[in-house]
Each structure stands twice: as structure tokens, then as C-alpha cells.
């Protein structure tokens, strides 16, 4: 007995060292053979979602499908049915879309056994489907979807061409350069567009020359997106020819946008030496730039502005110091005010109450004295911007201009500095024939005093004469 029970262990261990043994040579099963009849019930629940008329239960089942990534494969082809579907979804857990566009992501999620038909979706008749298809193809890991983007990019299909420029919009693939770079010379104005966006995006240096061309396009929609690309890029080789780009209104703002930056070390040369040229527009355009820097970088090549032989880019040079607000501006500005004709001057005074330097009041004062009433004007709202206590007095003297704009702004500014002195000489002009007048003072007292009495001098003069004042 003692013998066969021995005999009947070591058969057991050899048993079970052979089953230990197999399942370590063996290896981890293949996904597709880990698969749980649970998750498969899963993911036949959710295909079953993807048919439902609630637009927000397809989103959701398709969300959930992405959740599962490869283990979903088996739903490719009902997600790739619900492509195109832009049935509006707002869902708390994953924001505002669409049925579609979740059964895009959901695909890009399960992979490669969803390329080969997201490749077919994109010769689908309806343009939803394929911009859908193209979205997911381009947020892909495999070389195949790339490629076929960029055999779309040359496809007959002119609205596949464009859909598909605009899906690489969201690639930073370099790989993706050279066919945008061609698309820039397709013959529909939309992929040209689009494909001037997308070199923005991926911000690849090759990108520069092409988009350059691109600023001369006969649309200005292709222009346009070139210049902001250009900025993007951030290249100072684009400053030259985004200098010429100013001159025209429809894509000035882009272009003064896409120098601001271009942060590269040459750029404040390369402006510099364009403060020089021998065309009066094109300094004009250089200096207008430089103002909308805002930057310290911009103060020289502008306070130099100031001695241009042309009125408009001397005129430019004072207001972009104003955005400025650089000291450094403060001497060639007083200068200006000297030297200018009255709308420069005007432009001088009003420069110099922006950069709030305090040495700005005495030389604002004597302005308030000018023979020009616009000059006295702006020096008033200056002098209300520094709010400097010793302009109280000269404004109470400029209440009593015969200019009712220059007693507007006198009023405006003794309301800034908020020094009760100013208080009984500004219920005078609450008799004011001009109705600007009157609101402005009132505006003031109630901001000196914090009583709102409104523009009723008597019920001001018995209000102040309680709190024993004259």
C-alpha cells in the first residue's frame, strides 16, 4: 500500500511539473484569444447603440467602442456607417460633438484593422463621411493613412482635396510637407488655403520660401492664411516680404500679427535697416509694425522715426511710442511738440500722457497755453492721465477755453487726479451750453466726491456749501 501511494505521488508531480512547464513555454495568449465572452458582449451591446435614434446614445456608444481600442475591432464597420453623422451631442463626459466624429475617434483607438476602410470611407460620396475619415486617417500611427492623405491631396476630387488639406491642419507629420507645399499650387483656391494652414502647424522651415510665393496669390483668403503661417514659423527671412505685405488693407492685421512673432534675433535688424529705405510707404509700413510690437526692442528704430523726412512716418513714430510707454520716449517727444506742425503736436501731448513719465506735466502745462485748441486738448486728457496734482489749477483755468472740447477734457481730467480743490470750479460748467460739457463735469464731481447729484448745479452748490465749502 506504502508503495503504490508513492508510486502515485511521483505520477502526480510529474504531472503537474510537465502542465507548469507547457504553460510557461506557451506564452501570453493573443489578444483576440484573451478576449472575455464578456467583452464581446460589450462591444455587440454597443454596435447595437450605434443603430439607436437618440443621437446622444450613438455618441456614446461609439465613445465607449474607443474605449476598448483593438478589443473592438469587430465594430469597424458599423463605426465606419455612423461616419458622417453630425447630429449635435453636448455629453458631460466628453463635451460637445457629434455621433460622427465619436465614431472617428473610436476607430483612430482601435487601429490598424480600421485604416484600410477609413481609406475607403474617403472616396465616399458624402463630403461629411470623408471629412470624418480624413480627421481619423490623419490622427493615425500607421504609414498607410498618411499616404493615402497624400494620394487624396492629388486626387481628382477637388472637395477631397480641400478636406483633406484641412485634416492635415492637425498634423505635425514632416513627412507632410512636401505635398502641402505642392498643394499650394493646386487650381481651387480652398486647398491652397488650407494647405497654407497646415505648413503653419507643422512650422517646418522647408515651409518658408513656398509660403512667401504664397503672399502673392491672387486670392487674398490663400494670402491671408500664408501670413499667419509665416508667423508661426517664426522665420526672419518672412520679414521682408510681410513688410510689403502691410500695404494691403484686407491682410494687414495678419501681417502686422505675423511679425510680432517672429521672435529671431535678426528681426530688429533686419526693421532697423527697413527704417532706411528709400520709399516713404514702405518706412511708413515698417514704423506702423514697429508701433504694434509694443516691445522695448521698437523704441530706438522709432524715436529715430521721429526725423523722418515724411510727416506720416513721423506722426506713426510718435503713436507707437505712446503704445509703447517707454521713458525713453519722453525728450524726443517734448522736442516734437516744439518742432511738429498742430497734428503733430496733438499726437506729441497725447504720446506723452500714455508713457505717464511724471517729467511729462510741466512741458504738458505750457501746452495747455498752445495757440492750437487740439493741442490744449490733448495735453488736458495727458495731464488727466498722470494724474499729478499740480495740473489741478492750470485745468481750472482751461474750464473757462472758449473750445468746448478743450472744457470737456479739461473737466475729464480734474475728474483722474480726484482732488477736491477741483470740486466748486466744476459746478460752474454744469451751466454749460453744451450738453458734452455739463455731462463730463458732472462725471467728474460724482467721481472727486462720491456723490452721484447728477447735472443740477444748485443741488451740487447746497450739497457743498454743507460740507462748508465755496
Not at 90 to 115: C, N, Q, Y
Request: proline content about 8%.
Amino acid at each position: 500500500m506504502k508503495i503504490r501511494t508513492h508510486e502515485n505521488t511521483r505520477h502526480f508531480l510529474r504531472v503537474l511539473v510537465t502542465a507548469v512547464l507547457l504553460f510557461a513555454c506557451s506564452g501570453p495568449s493573443p489578444p483576440s484569444e484573451q478576449k472575455s465572452p464578456e467583452s464581446r458582449i460589450d462591444v455587440a451591446e454597443e454596435v447595437k447603440g450605434l443603430r439607436s435614434p437618440d443621437p446622444s446614445v450613438r455618441a456614446n456608444s461609439a465613445f465607449r467602442l474607443g474605449e476598448m481600442g483593438p478589443d473592438a475591432a469587430e465594430a469597424v464597420p458599423p463605426l465606419i456607417s455612423l461616419l458622417g453623422d453630425g447630429a449635435f451631442v453636448s455629453h458631460p463626459e466628453f463635451g460637445t460633438t457629434s455621433p460622427g466624429r465619436e465614431a472617428a475617434k473610436a476607430l483612430v483607438s482601435i487601429g490598424d484593422a480600421a485604416v484600410d476602410p477609413l481609406i475607403g470611407a474617403l472616396g465616399h460620396e458624402n463630403q461629411k463621411v470623408r471629412e470624418d475619415a480624413a480627421w481619423a486617417l490623419c490622427r493615425s500611427d500607421s504609414p498607410r493613412a498618411m499616404k493615402s492623405l497624400f494620394a487624396a491631396l492629388k486626387g481628382t476630387d477637388r472637395q477631397t482635396r480641400r478636406i483633406t488639406a484641412g485634416a492635415l491642419c492637425d498634423t505635425q507629420d514632416p513627412t507632410a510637407v512636401g505635398p502641402l507645399i505642392e498643394a499650394l499650387r493646386d487650381d481651387y483656391w480652398p486647398v491652397r488655403q488650407m494647405a497654407a494652414r497646415a505648413l503653419g502647424e507643422i512650422k517646418d522651415p522647408r515651409s518658408v520660401a513656398p509660403l512667401i510665393a504664397a503672399l502673392k496669390d491672387e486670392l487674398p483668403y490663400v494670402r491671408d492664411s500664408a501670413a499667419a503661417s509665416l508667423g508661426n514659423i517664426g522665420d526672419a527671412r518672412a520679414i521682408p516680404p510681410l513688410i510689403d505685405a502691410i500695404k494691403e488693407w484686407k491682410i494687414r492685421k495678419v501681417a502686422v500679427d505675423a511679425l510680432l512673432k517672429i521672435d529671431d534675433p535678426r528681426s530688429g535688424e533686419i526693421l532697423m535697416q527697413a527704417i532706411d529705405e528709400r520709399d516713404p510707404d514702405r518706412r511708413y509700413r515698417v514704423v506702423w509694425a514697429l508701433g504694434e510690437m509694443e516691445e522695448h526692442r521698437a523704441v530706438a528704430p522709432l524715436i529715430k522715426a521721429l526725423d523722418d523726412q515724411d510727416e506720416r512716418v513721423r506722426k506713426m513714430a510718435m503713436k507707437g511710442l505712446g503704445r509703447i510707454k517707454d521713458p525713453l520716449a519722453f525728450a524726443p517727444l517734448v522736442k516734437a511738440m516744439s518742432e511738429e506742425n498742430v497734428y503733430g503736436r496733438r499726437i506729441a501731448a497725447s504720446a506723452l500722457g500714455r508713457i505717464g513719465d511724471p517729467r511729462a506735466v510741466k512741458p504738458l502745462i505750457d501746452a495747455l497755453n498752445a495757440d492750437e485748441p487740439t493741442v490744449q486738448d490733448a495735453a488736458a486728457r495727458s495731464l488727466g492721465m498722470l494724474g499729478d496734482p499740480a495740473a489741478v489749477d492750470p485745468l481750472i483755468g482751461s474750464l473757462s477755453s472758449k473750445y468746448p472740447f478743450v472744457r470737456r477734457s479739461a473737466a475729464w481730467g480734474l475728474g483722474e487726479i480726484g482732488d477736491e480743490r477741483a470740486v466748486g470750479p466744476l459746478i460752474e460748467p454744469l451751466t454749460d451750453g453744451d450738453p458734452t460739457v455739463r455731462k463730463e463735469a458732472a462725471g467728474a464731481l460724482a467721481k472727486i466726491t462720491g456723490e452721484n447729484l447728477g447735472e443740477d448745479p444748485g443741488t451740487w452748490r447746497d450739497w457743498w456749501g454743507k460740507k462748508g465749502k465755496k
